[in-house]
Nanobody, 117 residues
Framework: QVQLVESGGGLVQAGGSLRLSCAAS???????MGWYRQAPGNQRELVAS???????NYADSVKGRFTISRDNVKNTVYLQMNRLKPEDTAVYFC????????????WGQGTQVTVSS
């Protein structure tokens, strides 16, 4: 098992930036790490993910604005969010899983990001 703790959320004006961090309780080398978000009334959606080999996937809505990165020494994954828009407002969740036939997902408690217009 791995525990995930997010930080870095807050209130920011449109066009601003925030950096989210997700600290893991154990070594994340084998894990695919990702950020999801969920706005009120919406389903949770993938924002970005990064594999142990460094392959990255972004949602179309954040390409060119958000950057995901990982530090396997600090057991931390980051999401740098630039040029934020009001539609980015959501609770952001950190996710981790090990690719396997039977996948088990681990989630953080979430951090609120609010972008004012």
């Amino acid at each position: 098992q791995v525990q995930l703790v997010e930080s870095g959320g807050g209130l920011v004006q449109a066009g601003g930036s925030l950096r989210l961090s997700c600290a893991a309780s154990r070594n994340i080398f084998l894990y695919v790490m990702g950020w999801y978000r969920q706005a009120p009334g919406n389903q949770r959606e993938l924002v970005a993910s990064i594999t142990s080999g460094g392959s990255i996937n972004y949602a179309d809505s954040v390409k060119g604005r958000f950057t995901i990165s990982r530090d396997n020494v600090k057991n931390t994954v980051y999401l740098q969010m630039n040029r934020l828009k009001p539609e980015d407002t959501a609770v952001y969740f950190c996710n981790a899983y090990v690719p396997a036939i039977r996948r088990t997902d681990y989630w953080g408690q979430g951090t609120q990001v609010t972008v004012s217009s």
